[in-house]
């Protein structure tokens, strides 16, 4: 059997997958702080927590969307906060098929506590860079997932 190998496509030199390892690297450095804060949510409630903060009364379908995960796991994620008070969903009074989700005083004591321990390993990938350098990648990483549009 012939075996092809292209020095070129080695994991270790494909972008993607050093994409995929510094996401790996940073999850668990999110999960750890969020652990050391006895926050009670995880890193992926955390997100959704804070995207219902920036866009309050907005439905599930716009959180999945803007979170980018499935439905039935954005559903999860929304009923595990509702069950610990820090959002609410109502049903949408133009059109009841809909729910629109809320943070609550309790999720907005959370989201103010925890924002600056967030902060702080959001920064961590960044150490040393520059503001144009920040910039450029971002140019970089928003035409990358246009691409995947």
Known sequence: ???FFDP??????LPVFLMEQILK???QLAHKALSSENAGINVDQWVVLKQVSENNGCSQVEIAQ???KDAPTTTRIIDQLVNKVLIAKQ???SDRRKYMVFVTDKGKQLIARLLPV??????LPLKGFTNEEEEQLMTF??????NLE
């Open 8 to 13: 070129a496509q080695r994991l270790d030199k």
């Open 141 to 146: 990483l928003s035409r990358m997932m246009k």
């Open 66 to 68: 803007s979170t980018v």
């Open 1 to 3: 059997m012939k075996q």
């Open 25 to 27: 690297r940073y999850r």
């Open 91 to 93: 049903l949408d009074p």
């Open 118 to 123: 967030v902060q702080s390993y959001r920064k």
